[in-house]
């Protein structure tokens, strides 16, 4: 192996953890930062005087420990799986309406799985007491629903 001064290694281990570390700032989800940790790793043990081919082990190791060790964690904490809450199941159900529904008087509710809700017609229409509706939407704390079945 050609001999490279210590220097050179000093600025190689920079230079990858800038290009790790603007890599990693580009994507959206942490791709990077584990080559960015074994390249510090790398290049303290390159402070501390070790030789190259120790240097690439400390980079590897501290590369792949910190991967395994935080990348579930990590994967867990990105994920995109939108959950439902249980006010999003509501909606496409049918409810009963508990009180009449008038929107000019700011009045009426539904019951729904189990729960009373304040609820409000999207046709501006009044909904009898005991009629069955459908709900469309969800508008903060109230369920906007249609009698048109």
Not at 1 to 12: D, F, L, N, V
Not at 67 to 78: E, F, N, S, Y
Not at 106 to 113: L, P
Not at 131 to 139: L, N, T
Request: charged share 20%; hydrophobic share 50%; with cysteine.
């Amino acid at each position: 192996m050609p001999h490279i001064s210590p220097t050179t290694m000093y600025i190689i281990w920079a230079a990858a953890i800038i290009g790790f570390g603007i890599l990693e700032a580009m994507t959206a989800q942490l791709v990077s930062i584990w080559f960015v940790l074994g390249s510090i790793g790398a290049l303290i043990a390159a402070f501390l005087g070790a030789g190259i081919p120790v240097q690439i082990i400390v980079f590897i190791a501290i590369t792949i420990i910190t991967l395994a060790a935080t990348r579930p964690i990590v994967k867990k904490k990105l994920s995109s799986d939108v959950q439902k809450l249980n006010a999003d199941r509501c909606i496409g159900m049918e409810a009963v309406v508990t009180e009449e529904i008038n929107n000019l008087e700011g009045k009426g509710a539904v019951k729904v799985d189990g729960k009373q809700w304040t609820a409000r017609s999207s046709e501006q229409e009044v909904i009898k007491q005991g009629e069955k509706v459908v709900i469309e939407k969800i508008d903060g704390v109230k369920l906007i629903v249609n009698n048109k079945q």
